[in-house]
C-alpha cells in the first residue's frame, strides 16, 4: 500500500486505469450500504477530515490503513496481484524537491464536493449524499471503471476476485467499484470514521466543515490548508496542512 513519488509528480499526476466490462457474479446479492440512520441526510453538514502531515507518522498511517482494512473487510483477497489489490487508503511519501522535505501523507477518496467520478457513471451508481459523502451503490455498478479513471486521486478500486467472509455493513463483489466511505455507517451513528479513531492524537480531525463550533471548522480557520489538486476545483473534502 505504500507509494513513493515526488511532491510534483504528485500535483501533477492524473490517474490512468485500463477500462474494461464486468459483471457482478451471479448469486451475489448487494445492498448499498446497511445505513441505520434515523436522521435525515441534508445538506446542513459537510462531513471532512483534516489530516496535519507535520503531526501524523508513518506508524500512524500504518495503522490507519489496518484500521480500514479491519473495519472494511478489505485487504485479504486471496488472488489479486500488484494493481489488481484494493487499496481504499494508501500511504504516499510526497518529497518537496526545493527543500527536501518529505511528507508522509494518508490518501483517501477526497470526497469531493464536484465529484468527476459522479458526473460519469453511466448509471447514477456512484453518487454523494446531501452531506458531501460520496458512495457507490453496487446494486447499480456494472463495473464499467469509468469512474476509476475520472477520479485524480486514485482513489478507487475494482474488485477482481470473488470474496468470502465479507462485513454486514460493507457487502462487496467481483466486478464492481469501491472505495472509502468516510465510514458512513459509523458516522451516521454519531462515531467517528475508523481510521480516525486509530490515531492517537489530533494529527487527523474528523467533524462537519459546516459547522461553526466543530473543531475541523475552527482548526481550518486558523491553520493553513491545502487541498491536493486544488487547481481542479473539487472543493475536496479532506484537506491537508503541512504540505
Ligand atoms: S476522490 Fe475520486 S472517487 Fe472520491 S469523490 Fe473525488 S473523484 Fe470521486
Ligand atoms: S473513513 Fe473509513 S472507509 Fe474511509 S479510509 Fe477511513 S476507515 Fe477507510
New binding site residues.
Given amino acids: 500500500m505504500n507509494k513513493t513519488l515526488n511532491r510534483r509528480d504528485f500535483i501533477k499526476t492524473m490517474s490512468a486505469t485500463t477500462i474494461g466490462v464486468a459483471t457482478v457474479a451471479s448469486g451475489i446479492t448487494l445492498t448499498t450500504f446497511a445505513s441505520t440512520n434515523k436522521v435525515p441526510v441534508t445538506n446542513e453538514k459537510r462531513w471532512g477530515?483534516l489530516i496535519d502531515t507535520n503531526k501524523l507518522t508513518e506508524a500512524d498511517i500504518d495503522g490507519?490503513v489496518s484500521?480500514?482494512q479491519k473495519?472494511?473487510g478489505w485487504g485479504s483477497e486471496l488472488y489479486s496481484t500488484g494493481n489488481q489489490k484494493p487499496g481504499?487508503?494508501k500511504k504516499l511519501k510526497v518529497k518537496d524537491k526545493a527543500t527536501g522535505k518529505v511528507s508522509n501523507l494518508?490518501l483517501?477518496?477526497q470526497h469531493c464536493e464536484e465529484p468527476p467520478c459522479v458526473d460519469v457513471c453511466p448509471t447514477n451508481a456512484s453518487m454523494k449524499r446531501e452531506d458531501g459523502i460520496v458512495l457507490v451503490d453496487k446494486h447499480l455498478c456494472i463495473g464499467c471503471r469509468y469512474c476509476m479513471m475520472a477520479c485524480p486521486y486514485d482513489a478507487r478500486s475494482f474488485v477482481h476476485e470473488t470474496l468470502r467472509n465479507q462485513k454486514e455493513h460493507m457487502p462487496r463483489g467481483k466486478g464492481t467499484v469501491e472505495?472509502?466511505?468516510?465510514?458512513v455507517h459509523?458516522v451516521d451513528k454519531g462515531e467517528v470514521?475508523?481510521?480516525?479513531a486509530?490515531v492517537n492524537s489530533d494529527a487527523v480531525i474528523?467533524g462537519d466543515l459546516y459547522d461553526v463550533s466543530s473543531k475541523i471548522n475552527q482548526t481550518l480557520k486558523t491553520v493553513q490548508s491545502a487541498q491536493i489538486r486544488a487547481d481542479l476545483n473539487l472543493n475536496t473534502g479532506i484537506r491537508y496542512s503541512g504540505i
Fill in positions: 477530515m490507519m484500521a480500514c473495519e472494511q481504499w487508503i494518508a483517501m477518496c472505495s472509502c466511505t468516510m465510514c459509523k470514521p475508523a481510521c480516525v486509530s474528523f
